[in-house]
């Protein structure tokens, strides 16, 4: 019998809380991520008000300087601590695979100096577009669509550019070249890039919008990504014939893999939110696990270096926590964690290699406190001790410290 009939993680893209053990081993923009530390540098340079989050504990997470504006609870509602990456990568697919239990020991592949030529001539071929060949390097996403978004509208050239992660990234106005067509480049740039010396994690299509200096990023992206070299969490889950439902970006992440409900893109993390709000209100959905990320953090916030927008975004999420608590049935349980971080005030515009955090809480506790300093793959192992299946390559569970 299960301890919890539903559980439901959420992972806040990108929050980390404070650089890792071997961080200095990780570069972003030729500085070591050593000194990084998301929650701890918002807190400090623009302050955080997180409540609902600080009643749980994330205030009482272990830390060599407490979060300045996040206060310790006394009596916290449920438990906290942070969780330490294995695998060797500070991506979105790293983390999340690891958190569904995976350890990857050879990262994928980055491009620091733009992608080789014959990748590049063999889109150009497919597509019949030429590819702008100054955008072909690490580019933050919306300073590629202002510096080239006017030369394509004018040429029909596509923008291709990538970042630290192991990714590769087409910008297409939509105006310009039709969605249909992005994503057709898309799946033929992702059937080119399966193995080294180009093995990718993601492709993404970036459509955008609007007029030269008004460039806005739709929400009609789309991540193309490889499957899970090994079988995840997920994976055991569908196996046993337990409902899976993903929220955001996690289908993508998983390329399907283990997962048997798929709920469909957010458009904001406020639109995420929405979405997973509905997935545990729905009649069918009594027993199972629920898998959300909230991207925006990462995306709008991180990449862009906005201390502001990031610490407004997370007050947005603990404002609407409540919202979610009240969902939840009396056998529910709520994990709300990261998988890596990308610290506002930090140099470059990528992401650094941190601790997440992790809370958990269920009305059914009578417990709390601070659980023992865990991996990534902690939250996959307790998922499966909960609901009976077997653990993926790695993890510890942390079950029988949720009381």
């Known amino acids: ?5 539903r559980i439901h993680l959420v992972v806040l893209d990108s929050v980390g809380i404070g650089a890792a053990p071997d961080a200095n081993n990780f570069v972003n923009a030729s500085v070591p991520d050593g000194a990084s530390d998301t929650l701890g540098h918002i807190s400090k340079t623009v302050g955080l008000d997180v409540p609902n989050m600080a009643r749980i504990g994330l205030g009482n997470i272990p830390r060599e300087t407490p979060l300045k504006t ?22 979105t697919m790293t983390g999340h695979w690891e958190i569904m239990g995976l350890n990857i020991t050879e990262p994928f592949d980055t491009f620091w100096n733009g992608f080789p030529e014959e990748i590049i001539t063999k889109i150009e071929a497919f597509s019949g577009r030429k590819v702008i060949r ?49 994503y057709r480049i898309c799946e033929y740039a992702r059937s080119i890039t399966l193995e080294r010396p180009a093995l990718l994690g993601r492709i993404i299509a970036r459509p955008y919008v609007g007029t030269p200096g008004n460039f806005t990023r739709t929400a009609n992206r789309r991540d ?31 390329n399907g893999a283990g997962i048997n409900h798929d709920m469909g893109h957010n458009k904001s993390n406020s639109h995420g939110m929405d979405t997973l709000i509905k997935t545990m209100k729905l009649e069918e959905f009594t027993y199972g696990f629920s898998f959300t990320n909230l991207v925006d953090f990462d995306a709008l916030y991180g990449h862009r270096r906005n201390a502001h927008g990031y610490r407004d975004c997370l007050h947005e999420f603990d404002n ?42 269920s009305p059914s506790f009578t417990g709390n406190g601070v659980i023992p300093q865990g991996h990534f793959a902690d939250i996959s192992a307790t998922i499966a001790d909960n609901f009976g299946v077997d653990t993926a390559m790695i993890g510890v569970s942390f079950l029988q410290s949720l009381v």
């Open 224 to 254: 193309l990504a490889v499957s899970p070299f090994a079988p995840t969490v997920l994976d055991k889950l569908n196996e046993a014939g337990i409902d899976t439902y993903a929220v955001g970006k996690i289908n993508d992440i998983f």
């Open 70 to 91: 996040v206060p310790s609870e006394s009596n916290p509602t449920g438990y906290a601590t942070k969780l330490e990456e294995v695998s060797l990568g500070k991506d």
């Open 134 to 182: 100054e955008a072909n390097k690490p580019y933050s996403g919306t300073a590629v669509i202002d510096d080239f978004g006017p030369r394509q509208m004018e040429t029909g050239e596509l923008i291709i550019y990538t970042s630290a992660d192991p990714v590769l990234q087409i910008a297409a106005h939509e105006d310009v070249i039709p969605l249909d067509e992005l």
């Open 320 to 361: 609407r926590l409540p919202e979610i608590i009240a969902a939840m049935k009396e056998d529910d349980l709520l994990l709300i964690t990261a998988d890596h971080g990308n610290d506002p005030t930090y140099a470059g515009t990528d992401h650094t290699r941190e601790y997440i955090p992790l809370l958990a809480y």
């Open 1 to 5: 019998m299960s301890k919890f009939n």
